[in-house]
Nanobody
């Protein structure tokens, strides 16, 4: 069964950086679209960024654009979310999600992804 395993969260200060990792338990990400979402306490799950493995197309939410970058390691079947200049409003549980079939117009919608990781907490103190 396909599983997504996240790591890299933690407690940081405003202005710090973090790198979140999402690894695929079996197989490769080839043909997949991989996304990051986040959910703050009491709020709806929010799109952060998405990356299509085959085309390398990447989109970012306006809230993180310019501060975050998705990259990947083909050999490790992993996708990373590098977040810089973190702010207290970035505090949330961050989730990795993946789909083999999602289309571009659905990338920002949680319902478009069939597979989810367990989440990793990111806390940014002011």
């Amino acid at each position: 069964q396909v599983q997504l395993v996240e790591s890299g969260g933690g407690l940081v200060q405003t202005g710090d950086s973090l790198r979140l990792s999402c690894a695929l338990s079996e197989g490769t990400f080839r043909g997949w679209t991989v996304a990051w979402f986040r959910q703050a306490t009491g709020k709806a799950r929010e799109f952060v960024a998405a990356h299509k493995w085959s085309s390398r197309a990447t989109v970012y939410a306006d809230s993180v654009k310019g501060r975050s970058t998705i990259d990947r390691d083909n050999a490790k079947n992993s996708v990373y979310l590098q977040m810089n200049t973190l702010r207290p409003e970035d505090t949330a549980v961050y989730y990795c999600a993946a789909s083999r079939t999602i289309i571009l117009s659905q990338w920002r919608q949680p319902s478009g992804y069939a597979y989810w990781g367990q989440g990793t907490q990111v806390t940014v103190s002011s």
